[in-house]
């Protein structure tokens, strides 16, 4: 287990954390929160041994095996696979002894390593590895390549792949998905939940955080709370702490009347119906995630349009790519006032690349285009947080863009991002990542735009920021394509789904649910061609048998896959058990008398024991679909 007692942390002369006492068991699932530059990174920095407590103890298991995510690649000509299997540092020293025991012919030394190369799934290493990269996003023909012919994002998956090769008994992740497209991170997330260890992790992706953690640490005001259950529980918790006090709760009643306000607005209104009734199914989850937030840094919101012309963008069979590569075709869609759009697709597929032609950022290889004339886009994207003036203040900044505007009035908008007092004049080079992010927003929001393109706006944001952008985007007047791997701001603020695939841009009828479905029917799809390839093959091979050894090979199939189909049926028995448990306990969270103060014991009683029936129902559901998935290719 790790343990703080009395423990206290600086960084230089700030103070980050003081008096904490707090256990973490193995095997537990556990998120770190809290705001930017509260000690999260620093944690782990302690838990690594790369820093020391000022006071109090820290301990961890000294024979543990850690597992975490470099930040940074080598330069180095090893092949990807190669590279993600040296994560895996004991089976190399275990391969390194086998080389060495071979030249020097020492017998009996070999039949042990051999047998530690079995322990250690050596066998299997490769299989491991490729398995990992796949799900990462790399193709089967990348694998091969060399290290140094992936960019920043691909090594960052690279490095991430290598983490989790090694056999740890702890892994340490900070914001995993930040590189990650949507694909990545569903298959993250069911392999994090497999995960036997010990997991630490830091997340601003709240779905991320609800599917996977068990418990949630949260950081502020140098103390750390370990709560039970996922972030959603977490939240409830905190809601409840934070509404007993009346000024925040107040603000908090300001916000769900700000959400209330859009639906009665527009409920009316033809061309807002759909939009409001989204709002409606979203609004009571929105009321939780308000409390819990209400004492939050960030307070801003989208000023009306001057013009919102229809359409605002026009494209017919529009053909797109780069050079002679043609990326997407035969693509018509028409933008209008009030169209909130969700793209969905593998990475690769060319969401980026609609992005930059609505933006005008890449010509069209054929097709037409019209804009408005009154088209006013608010467009952001990762690499504008680099052609920032790095030694501009972010008040010289805004000064760029509005020349006219009082000072006072830069200073009221910057403060709704975050940017208040020093912050205001200090310079842009040694911002974090979400800093520039949020500068980038914050000009977004000044130059009143009518469509907003948006292309992961929320990497590098906490869940303070996010919660501030989502509420904006709930209210935006304009129209909307967004892209993000953050399932819960494109729950949020979107109204419908576009597919980019197979070199198409068209409607999805679906949600997200819906999309990770598409998403394994594909992959079934390819592993089926693959088993069908390998079928025929096998077939031809044995045309030569006679009709008796036919017969024979029948027999011991129909053999061997009996106990599949005996293990399926007891699993589907334990996936409509713990169904019927897991309805009963949300039918009893779901009555508002259980969260009385004089029935706080019982909550927690249920609140973990919903944990516990949610974690074993995804358990079993996966080895079901597995086991499925065996099951239909051994047929």
């Given at each position: 287990?790790?343990?703080l007692s009395n423990?206290a942390l600086?960084r ?9 006492n707090?256990t973490?068991?193995?095997r537990q699932?556990v ?25 109090g103890?820290f301990f961890?298991?000294q024979?543990w095996?850690?597992?975490h995510?470099a930040?940074?690649?080598p330069?180095?000509e090893r092949s990807a ?13 275990i391969?390194m002894a ?21 322990e250690?799934?050596g066998?299997?290493a490769n299989s491991r590895?490729?398995q990992l990269l796949?799900?990462l ?20 998956r690279?490095?991430?792949?290598r983490?989790?090769?090694?056999r740890s ?5 900070d914001?995993p998905?930040?590189?990650l497209d949507?694909?990545?991170v569903l298959w993250?997330?069911?392999?994090l939940?497999?995960?036997?260890g010990t997991?630490?992790l830091i997340s601003h ?5 609800d599917?996977v953690?068990t418990?949630?640490?949260?950081i ?13 529980q977490?939240?409830?918790i ?6 007993q ?7 908090q009643?300001?916000?769900i009347?700000h959400?209330?306000s859009?639906i009665t607005?527009?409920?009316a209104k033809a061309?807002k ?9 979203t ?9 819990a937030h209400?004492?939050s840094?960030f307070h801003?919101e989208?000023?009306?349009?001057d013009?919102?012309p229809n359409?605002l963008?026009s494209?017919?069979?529009i053909?797109?790519?780069y ?6 075709e ?8 009030g169209?909130?759009i969700?793209l969905?697709?593998h990475?690769?597929?060319g969401k ?9 950022e890449l010509a ?5 285009v019209?804009?408005s004339?009154?088209?006013?886009i608010?467009y952001f994207a990762?690499?504008?947080?680099e052609?920032?003036h790095?030694?501009?203040t972010p008040?010289e900044h805004?000064?760029?863009i509005d020349k006219r505007?009082s000072?006072?009035a830069l200073?009221?908008h910057?403060g709704g991002?975050g ?8 310079k842009?080079?040694p911002?974090s990542g979400g800093?520039?992010a ?11 735009p ?5 292309d ?8 303070d920021?996010?919660?501030a952008?989502s ?7 304009g129209?909307m394509v967004?892209v993000?791997h953050?399932r819960?701001?494109l ?6 789904f576009?597919?980019?695939?197979h070199q198409?841009?068209?409607a ?7 999309y990770?479905d598409?998403?394994?029917?594909q992959k079934k799809q ?5 088993v ?5 093959k096998?077939?031809s091979?044995n045309l ?7 017969k ?7 053999k061997r896959?009996?106990p599949l189909k005996n293990?399926l ?9 713990l169904?019927h448990?897991?309805?009963a306990?949300?039918?009893l ?12 014991e019982q909550l ?7 944990v516990?029936?949610t974690?074993?129902l ?11 998935e065996e099951?239909e290719?051994?047929q």
């Amino acid at each position: 287990m790790l343990k703080l007692s009395n423990l206290a942390l600086r960084r230089g002369v700030q103070l980050l954390l003081q008096d904490v006492n707090l256990t973490i068991h193995p095997r537990q699932k556990v998120g770190i929160t809290g705001a930017n530059g509260c000690g999260k990174s620093s944690l782990f920095a302690l838990i690594n041994q790369e820093i020391h407590v000022d006071s109090g103890d820290f301990f961890r298991p000294q024979n543990w095996v850690i597992a975490h995510v470099a930040q940074e690649s080598p330069s180095t000509e090893r092949s990807a696979i190669d590279y993600v299997i040296d994560g895996d540092t004991d089976l190399r020293k275990i391969e390194m002894a086998i080389s060495e025991a071979n030249q020097s012919g020492h017998g009996e030394l070999l039949g042990k390593l051999y047998a530690q190369l079995e322990e250690a799934d050596g066998y299997t290493a490769n299989s491991r590895a490729s398995q990992l990269l796949s799900g990462l996003g790399f193709a089967q023909k990348q694998i091969n390549n060399t290290v140094n012919s992936f960019s920043g994002g691909w090594r960052m998956r690279l490095n991430l792949a290598r983490a989790l090769m090694c056999r740890s008994d702890l892994l340490l992740l900070d914001e995993p998905t930040n590189h990650l497209d949507l694909d990545a991170v569903l298959w993250l997330e069911e392999w994090l939940k497999k995960y036997s260890g010990t997991l630490l992790l830091i997340s601003h992706d709240r779905d991320f955080l609800d599917s996977v953690m068990t418990h949630i640490i949260h950081i502020e005001h140098q103390s750390m709370t370990l709560y039970t259950g996922n972030y959603s529980q977490f939240e409830r918790i905190r809601a409840e702490q934070l509404a007993q006090q009346q000024v925040l709760y107040e603000r908090q009643q300001e916000e769900i009347k700000h959400i209330q306000s859009f639906i009665t607005r527009f409920k009316a209104k033809a061309t807002k119906a759909k939009q409001a009734q989204s709002r409606v199914k979203t609004l009571e989850k929105m009321e939780l995630i308000s409390q819990a937030h209400v004492d939050s840094p960030f307070h801003f919101e989208f000023h009306a349009p001057d013009k919102i012309p229809n359409p605002l963008i026009s494209l017919e069979d529009i053909k797109l790519g780069y050079g002679e590569t043609t990326i997407l075709e035969h693509v018509h869609i028409n933008l209008q006032p009030g169209s909130r759009i969700g793209l969905l697709g593998h990475n690769g597929a060319g969401k980026s690349t609609f992005i930059k032609l609505l933006a005008g950022e890449l010509a069209v290889q054929a097709g037409r285009v019209e804009c408005s004339s009154e088209l006013r886009i608010g467009y952001f994207a990762q690499h504008q947080l680099e052609q920032l003036h790095p030694e501009d203040t972010p008040l010289e900044h805004f000064q760029r863009i509005d020349k006219r505007a009082s000072e006072q009035a830069l200073r009221n908008h910057l403060g709704g991002f975050g940017f208040s007092g020093d912050k205001v004049e200090s310079k842009i080079a040694p911002f974090s990542g979400g800093e520039k992010a949020r500068l980038v927003f914050a000009t977004l929001v000044y130059e009143k735009p009518n469509l907003l393109l948006l292309d992961e706006p929320t990497n590098h944001l906490d869940l303070d920021m996010r919660h501030a952008i989502s509420l904006a985007l709930q209210a935006f007047e304009g129209a909307m394509v967004i892209v993000s791997h953050d399932r819960h701001l494109l729950r949020s603020v979107t109204d419908e789904f576009y597919l980019v695939a197979h070199q198409k841009v068209d409607a999805f009828k679906g949600d997200l649910n819906d999309y990770r479905d598409w998403i394994t029917d594909q992959k079934k799809q390819e592993a089926q061609q693959n088993v069908s390839v390998t079928s025929e093959k096998k077939l031809s091979g044995n045309l030569a048998q006679n009709k008796k050894e036919q017969k024979r090979i029948e027999a011991e199939k129909r053999k061997r896959l009996q106990p599949l189909k005996n293990k399926l049926s007891k699993l589907e028995k334990q996936m409509d058990t713990l169904n019927h448990e897991k309805e009963a306990s949300d039918k009893l969270l779901a009555d508002a008398s259980i969260y009385e103060e004089s029935k706080k014991e019982q909550l927690k009683t249920l609140l973990e024991q919903q944990v516990i029936l949610t974690q074993s129902l995804a358990i079993v559901e996966e080895e079901w679909m597995l086991l499925s998935e065996e099951l239909e290719d051994a047929q």
